[in-house]
């Protein structure tokens, strides 16, 4: 399934590269300390802030919506700022999760939030808030957006732990040259410190992780619910009968718990899908040669100026916890390109997303093929 291409948001008249004081700045309050902090540096820098809360699941209790809504509505009251509530659900449903449900059934594993944030919070909401007057909106990422006449630069967050342009990557023009990321300056623990000192009653709050959708339950039992799995053999490469799996889905390339093979030798790893004969291949060990690769292709590319970029100095990530790969790229033509990269790299998996990167600049990326 391919990826929509963003459609170009409603922008406000004003055509300033940097905010000015009185500008009226639309913030996405999640219920969380980063956006309540960037809604209040906003405020605090003399723009008139108006918060939103976007509620994107009908099922409060996988995704603590209802617990969140209050949160952000309390720091709002703190703040002293107007909040709006607003339903994205059905946005949700039919641009978020049908791919989302769509790549599980084709046997690839997908990046819900990568695309929530170019189809949702970007787009969706931006939508939104211009309509409702705003020359700027912000949110709570840890990225940095740099204004040129040339146009908008994603720069990474200025924390490394806690950096977020990968999920940003996808962004267009459009969408990213009226957003503010006020926390992307910032290490966490100020932010924390911040909230606290101004006695924001999400300061301790722990950080959201994970699919809000799925919440607390188990992956295998959530994604059940939506598609059927059909059992079939797990095999080595050379065709030997190692043991059953429940369905090609429940699987991604790497994985190692929940196989439940037995007997000796080193641990059995996911290797790769034959989804035509559905047959689960696996091998024994973290370095098998099946589990690597030197060259990644890339489809579905977005780049943040509109062109595939050129040259020297790039560097991908192909997950988003993994230091930057040098890399040399080239452009295979329909929105496509190959990495070639100096050193074999692990369970690269299909369906997860290339990003890449020169310096501290995100230049987009597409999806592993």
């Known amino acids: 399934m391919s990826l929509s291409q963003p459609v170009s948001p409603l922008l406000p008249a004003s055509t300033a590269l940097a905010p000015r004081p009185g500008d009226r700045v639309v913030v996405g309050l999640s219920g969380g300390v980063d956006s309540a902090v960037s809604a209040m540096l906003l405020r605090d820098q003399g723009f008139e802030v108006i918060g939103v809360f976007m509620k994107n699941w009908e099922d409060d209790a996988a995704c603590n919506a209802r617990e969140d809504l209050v949160d952000a509505a309390s720091v709002a009251d703190c703040l002293g700022i107007e909040i709006d509530a607003v339903n994205f659900s059905a946005e949700y449903q039919q641009r978020v999760f049908a791919y989302f449900l769509a790549e599980y059934q084709a046997g690839r594993t997908p990046n819900p939030d990568i695309l929530c944030n170019t ?8 939508e ?18 740099r204004r040129s006449p040339a146009g908008t630069e994603l720069l990474r967050g200025l924390d ?6 990968y999920f940003l990557h996808r962004l267009s023009q459009a969408q990213i040259r009226r957003v503010l990321f006020p926390v992307g300056e910032l290490p966490k623990p100020e932010v924390r410190a911040l909230a606290r000192a101004a006695g924001l009653p999400v300061h301790a709050k722990r950080d959201s992780t994970g699919i809000c959708f799925i919440g607390e339950r188990p992956f295998r039992e959530f994604l059940g619910r939506y598609l059927k799995g059909q059992p079939g053999p797990m095999q080595t490469p050379q065709g030997r009968v190692v043991g059953e799996h429940q369905g090609l889905m429940f699987h991604t390339l790497g994985q190692r718990q929940g196989l439940g093979i037995g007997g000796p030798g080193e641990p059995w790893y996911v290797a790769g899908k034959d989804l035509e004969r559905n047959v689960l291949i696996v091998v024994q060990g973290h370095d098998h040669p099946a589990l690597l690769c030197q060259q990644v292709e890339l489809e579905d590319c977005a780049w943040i100026n509109g062109s595939t970029p050129t040259g020297a100095g790039l560097s991908a990530r192909l997950r988003y916890r993994q230091e930057d790969l040098a890399c040399t790229l080239t452009e295979l033509g329909a929105g496509s390109v190959r990495l070639q990269f100096g050193t074999p790299q692990w369970a690269v998996t299909p369906g997860q997303f290339g990003v890449l990167y020169r310096g501290e600049v995100c230049l987009g990326g597409g999806v592993i093929r």
Request: charged fraction near 20%; aromatic fraction near 16%; glycine fraction near 6%.
């Open 160 to 165: 490394t732990n806690k950096d977020q342009s």
């Open 128 to 145: 939104h808030a211009f309509a409702l007057g705003a020359d700027w909106v912000a949110t709570g990422h840890y990225a940095r957006a």
């Open 119 to 126: 189809e949702i919070k970007f787009r969706a909401f931006l």
